[in-house]
């Protein structure tokens, strides 16, 4: 229960809902019982007409008394469970919302690793799974309690005043059937999991061989794919069939049970009646009314233990989440205007989960305004330097400083608003293309948005879609190419006026003509920003101010072009090889 503690303070947020809904239920159960004993003196009146102790009209008068105050209670009964539902599963509805939107402020507020560290399944399980599983705790669960502990303290003593033995006999098979619907809901709790596990799987393979679907196509492989599905749905079909079979115990035991107690009290009631002890057979009428009523909420004291008990699991995995303090802090509240001088001194980075030290012993300086180019091999380490700089990762040694100061010590906000960053993989949302280049600069006007999709090359090939500007893009919408992808992305970096621009091997899937003249047009327009450029291609590095050849993490060469084209290694090699191939 420790770990539900965490949801008070939602309670007390909704708290004086929360304590009218109480009184709701009070009201609810009162009028309910009321209705009981209504029947039970409607009974006595027609019993004592039968027996001559009353006259006709008596009993008239009485049967109208009595059905009026019947309709009344019943009426009454039904709007307050009414408005009990209405407060205690409103607020349930407030609480889980509130609970998403945190769960979610929470992974937005955490650092890069952690979303390598976890994976996306296991992120979206707790926002939705996790913490419906919770609500029913805070909603259904509370209610139901609330509902059956008013109807114990109501019904019981009113039932023992009444009829002291015959309570105690028919009372007995309750405590059984409350026990024995903890156990079943147990069970069906673990069946349910183990079904919801294998929702998910085949959820997750149906949606991968959909996106996959030219893969499968082009290999021929759609017919063992459907094999591999097959085998899962049929896997998947006989856990559901394990879940029906004992959810299929649920009602024949509650109704087994609720039987063996009007049993009892037409067998007991009716030798107690017989030998006097019970004076009016409207009491017998009462009691089996009593022992219905209250089969239910003894079965939901089983039913909500199993349901605590799954919201108190749920809620320590939401926790483990909400508890995580971000790799990366803030550590200074004022805004730091940003220049764009960039400098590294001797900065090695080891990335926590893979244990891979990615730089070693790094060091370079960019001023505002210049460009910096970072060649090298697969895996030398040329995006994490630019992870560092948005402090996506904080370095393990060394220093990175912006404008002098150390990166740590500049305003986080700041430092990232002040980047425009393309990454390898451009990721375009399913919105229309303006949208995705207006992403960071959501006040930005639509002359901007053309002006800026014509720096970045990619205006002409935005006119030629049918809706041009507003072509939706994504799952239902145009597919667009690796290369016009990478061009939209690099509109969006650039609308946000940077001043520090990195550009990870952005370039890569549009022609040299193309790349020529983003990178003339950059020139222009971000005179004053730092460039950093990531790149394979000589092409996108000889104009730079400064190259820096990476290899396994370490600087193994720098300088401009020309005096990297006069020395021997890596960069001379690329540029006869890449020379050769542009000539043949
Ligand atoms: N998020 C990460 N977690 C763990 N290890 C990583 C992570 N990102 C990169 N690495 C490792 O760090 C090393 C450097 O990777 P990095 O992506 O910086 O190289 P790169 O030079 O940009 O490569 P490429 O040219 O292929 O993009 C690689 O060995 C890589 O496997």
Known sequence: MKALKSLNKYFLRYKWRL??????????????????????KIVDVVRSYL???????????????????????????????????????????FIEADLK???????????????????????????SEDVSKVRMYVGPAIMYLLNAIVLFATVIPYMYVTAPSLTLYTLIPLPVLSLAIYK?????????????????????????????IAVIKSYTMEGQVYGNFAQLSEDSKGKNLDLVKVQAFFFPLMVGLIGASNLLVVFIGGKQYLDGTITELGTLVEFIMFVNMLTWPVATVGWVTSIIKAAEASQIRINEFLDVQPEIQNHIEVATP????????????????????????????????????????????????????????????????????????VNLNSLRSSIGYVPQDAFLFSDSIKENIKFGATEATDEEVTAFAKAASVHHNIIDFKNGYDTVLGERGITL????????????????????????????????????????????????????????????????????????????????????????????????????????
């Open 101 to 127: 939107d945190d769960v979610y402020a929470q992974y937005q507020r955490l650092s890069l690793g952690f979303y390598k560290k976890n994976r996306t399944g296991d992120l979206m399980n707790r926002i």
């Open 19 to 40: 304590i009218l809904g109480f009184f709701i239920v009070i009201a609810a159960r009162v009028f309910a019982v009321a209705n009981v004993n209504f029947i039970g």
């Open 338 to 409: 940003i220049q764009g001088d960039i400098t590294f001194k001797d900065v090695t980075f080891t990335y926590d989960d893979t244990n891979i030290t990615a730089l070693k012993n790094v060091s370079f300086e960019v001023k505002n305004g210049q460009t910096l180019a970072i060649i090298g091999r697969t895996g030398s380490g040329k995006s994490t330097i630019l992870e560092l700089i948005g402090r996506l990762y904080d370095v393990t040694s060394g220093k990175i400083m912006v404008d002098g100061t150390t990166i740590t010590q």
């Open 51 to 93: 027996k001559g102790d009353i006259t006709q009209d008596l009993l008239k008068s009485g049967l109208l008394k009595y059905l009026l105050f019947l309709l009344g209670a019943t009426a009454l009964s039904g709007l307050f469970t009414f408005l009990m539902r209405q407060m205690i599963i409103v607020v349930s509805r």
């Open 184 to 212: 079943l809901s147990r069970e069906i709790h673990k069946r349910s999991t183990i079904v919801q596990e294998y929702l998910s799987k085949l959820t997750t393979f149906t949606q991968e061989s959909f996106s996959g």
């Open 481 to 584: 190419s690796g290369g016009q992808k990478q061009r939209v992305s690099i509109a969006r970096a650039l609308i946000g006026n940077p001043k520090i621009m990195l550009l990870d091997d952005s370039l890569s899937a549009v022609d040299t003509e193309t790349e020529e003249e983003i990178l003339t047009n950059l020139a222009k327009i971000a005179a004053h920003t730092t460039t950093i450029i990531v790149s394979h291609r000589i092409s996108s590095a000889k104009n730079a101010d400064h190259i820096i050849i990476l290899d396994e993490g370490r600087i193994t060469q720098q300088g401009t072009h020309n005096q990297l084209v006069a020395q021997d290694g890596y960069y001379k090699e690329l540029y006869k090889k890449q020379m050769d191939e542009k000539e043949s």
